[in-house]
Structures are given as C-alpha cells and as structure tokens.
C-alpha cells in the first residue's frame, strides 16, 4: 500500500502509471461552472473546479448522524440497483452521489481526471483532503462495477468513459484495491466509509440536526427538489389521505352498529361513537388548518428568500462593476 501513503514530500496516486487510463492532456473539463454562490465561473482555477468535483461538504457536517440515513457497507452494484427497478439518475453534485429515493438512485459520473496518473500526481496528491475525496469516488465505483454487466450498464448510462474495455477496467480496480485498505478504509474521506444513503432520512438530518439547523435548511431540506406546491403536499401530506379512509371506515362501521337491535341500546357504544365522532371532525379541522398554514408560511418565506437572494445578486454584480470600471 505503498502508493497512498505520504512520502517524504506529498501523497502518491493509487495506481502505477502503467494502469493509468486517460492523460491530463485528452481529460475533457468544463470551461464554466456553478460556484457556491451559484454565480457561472468561466475559466476556473483548478483548485476550485477539483473542490466541486469531489468534496462532500453538506455530508461531512452531518457526518456522525449518517448511520440513521445508510450503513457502512459497499453500495450495490448496478446490477442490483436495476433489479430493485431504481432508475439511474445523473447527478454532477458529490455530495448527491449513491443519494436514493423511492424507486431513484442519484449517481455521479466517474471524472475522467480520476483514471489519469498525471493528474493524481500534479493536482490531486497536492492535498491530503482531496485525496482523500478522489480515492473515496473511485472505491465507490468499485463497489457498483463488479461485473461485466455492471460495466455495460455504466457505459449505457454514461457513467464512465465509451473507450474503456472491460479488460482495462478490471486491471485499474484491481491495482487500486490493492493500494486501498477495503477494511479500515484510512485512505478514504469519512463520507465513503458509508455506501447508499436515503434521501428521505437526509432530510430529517438538515432539518432538525441542531449543528445544521437554519430556516433555509428547515424549509428544503437536503436536497431541493420541485417547487411546485402540489408536489410538496402529495410528498409530504399523502398519509393524511390514508387516515381519512380509516376514519371514515369506522364511522360507517359505527353508524351499522347503532343501526342494529343489539347495540343500538347500548349505553358505552354510544358514549364510543360519540367520542370518535367528534375526534373525527377535531382532526379533520385541524389538518386543514394545517396544511393552510404550511401553505401560507411556505409563500410567504419563498417570497422573503427570493427577494433577499435578487437584491444579493444585484449588489454583488455592482460591486463587481465598481472595482471593473
């Protein structure tokens, strides 16, 4: 395991040049990007563009709650993500890669820079940090290729390059498993010492973590997705519908038990019927004076970010202007 280790100078790639299956000359990078501030970058340092490609901020601030969210086991392969019909969605966040949801698998495409032994030796091993991140997305993608027919599906998808073959693939992995500790996993950044992670619990984390807690993070969670009101309710307030069923089911069977000779007497089933009645028309009410207000707060507070994020953005961009002019 000599190559991950620190030499006298710096880290070493965790594979030979030999392996290497790609060059920093042929690697394709984007000329424009997406900043944390989500103002487009053109012609971005390198630094930054390697920080956005591989580190995992938003995981590694919740990272001692991630065992309510995934295991510490490998990732499935692809194969058996298709057999539990996931749907392979593209992502370019890493803090999204190995995300699930419902029948929904978020998975980052494998940098070309990664399998490029001059990159690894002029960028990445530069950084413990990001060492750390690259090795840790190049195990993950040991963990979903373990068959020839993870490898095509990955190729069908677009998850690493066309020009691979398998037999080059299997050579790389085997020789960077060798240089990688599988079991204590030392050489990897912490996010990857777990495999999949839910969405749904991820969400739950960013809302109530006291660490992470904020309005913004109370309102969308981990992960944003559509804005559109109606989704959020179907998402959020789809069992209400299944109380309701029950509900109404008991109040019919009530309504046949006062009907019938036996118990249309009875002093306790009616006292019953009567409290559940009620209680009914309590819950009813105050689930839609729920989900107005909800409605109401949410409008209300997108409205507020909106116009605190457009007078940011204008300020920023005249600033900009200022210190151009």
């Known amino acids: 395991m000599a190559n991950v280790q620190c030499s006298a100078t710096r880290l070493l790639p965790p594979f030979s040049i030999k392996q290497s299956l790609s060059d920093l000359a042929n690697t394709s990078r984007p000329v424009a990007v997406r900043s944390d501030s989500q103002i487009l970058l053109c012609a971005i340092e390198p630094t930054r563009y390697l920080v956005s490609e ?20 490998p990732a499935r392969p692809l194969h058996r993500q298709k057999l539990m019909n996931r749907t392979i969605l593209i992502t370019e966040n890493p803090d999204e890669h190995l995300v699930w949801r419902e029948s929904e698998i978020f998975i980052k495409p494998l940098p070309e820079f990664l399998l490029s ?84 619990r991820l969400h739950s984390l960013y809302r109530f973590t006291p660490s992470v807690f904020s309005i913004d993070n109370l309102v969308r969670g981990y992960m944003s997705g559509s804005t559109w009101y109606r989704v959020f309710f179907k998402r959020n307030f789809a069992w209400l519908l299944a109380v309701f069923v029950y509900v109404t089911v008991i ?15 009875n002093r306790h089933f009616h006292n019953a019927s009567y409290g559940f009645a009620v209680m009914s028309i309590v819950i009813v009410v105050l689930s839609i004076l729920a989900i107005f207000t909800v409605w109401i707060v949410l409008f209300w507070y997108h409205l507020y970010s909106t116009r605190k994020y457009v007078t940011k953005v204008e300020v920023m961009r005249q600033k900009l202007a200022i210190s151009e002019g």
Not at 163 to 189: D, K
Not at 251 to 265: C, D, I, M
């Open 54 to 73: 591989l580190k995992t901020p938003r995981l590694d601030r919740i990272h001692e709650h991630l065992w309510l969210a995934g295991l510490p086991r």
């Open 251 to 265: 109040l019919s069977a009530f309504q046949v038990g006062l009907a019938t000779e036996k118990l249309e007497r």
């Open 117 to 200: 032994y001059e990159s690894w030796e002029t960028e990445l091993s530069q950084d413990e940090e990001l060492h750390q991140c690259a090795c840790g997305l190049l195990l993950s993608y040991s963990w979903l290729i373990c068959h020839k027919s993870d490898f095509r599906i990955a190729k069908e998808v677009g998850l690493i390059p066309a020009e691979i073959e398998w037999a080059q693939w299997n050579s790389f992995v085997g020789e960077f498993l060798s240089n990688i500790n599988s079991q204590t996993l030392q050489q990897v950044s912490k996010r990857y010492r777990y495999g999949e992670l839910r969405l749904s």
